[in-house]
């Protein structure tokens, strides 16, 4: 299986990737990796705008045929936005893991916190 890693995200143990922005914003998804694994998404439950989150905390949920995935906080922060069109098409993350089909945005915290992230060459290893 070819496996997408953009070598300009950086990556969570539990699949998830985080794309440094400006502000202390991250927008977060998860990786070409996991929705491979998950294979058909038919549902997902996106954190509240305004949700105070703590890293590594789970605060969404993807649905697939087969069973239920929790996705984790990858920093602490707050969730300033969450991608509602996958609430509408969640098969969008199959298809756009990196694009389209991110799910949210965090205000983050603590910089600190994105040293503890995974490279794209270390994410490669994991996998």
Do not use: C
């Amino acid at each position: 299986m070819g496996v997408n890693v953009p070598d300009s995200l950086k990556y969570t143990k539990t699949h998830e990737w985080v794309r440094i922005g400006d502000n202390s914003r991250a927008k977060v998804g998860i990786t070409d990796f996991a929705q491979h694994e998950i294979t058909d998404i038919v549902h997902i439950e996106l954190p509240e705008i305004g949700k105070q989150i703590k890293k590594g905390q789970p605060v969404a949920v993807i649905e697939s045929v087969k069973s239920a995935f929790d996705i984790y906080a990858p920093l602490s922060g707050k969730i300033i936005s969450a991608n509602d069109s996958t609430l509408e098409i969640p098969e969008i993350v199959n298809k756009s893991p990196y694009g389209d089909g991110y799910l949210f945005t965090i205000e983050f915290d603590d910089e600190k916190e994105i040293e503890k992230l995974l490279s794209a060459d270390d994410y490669k290893k994991l996998i």
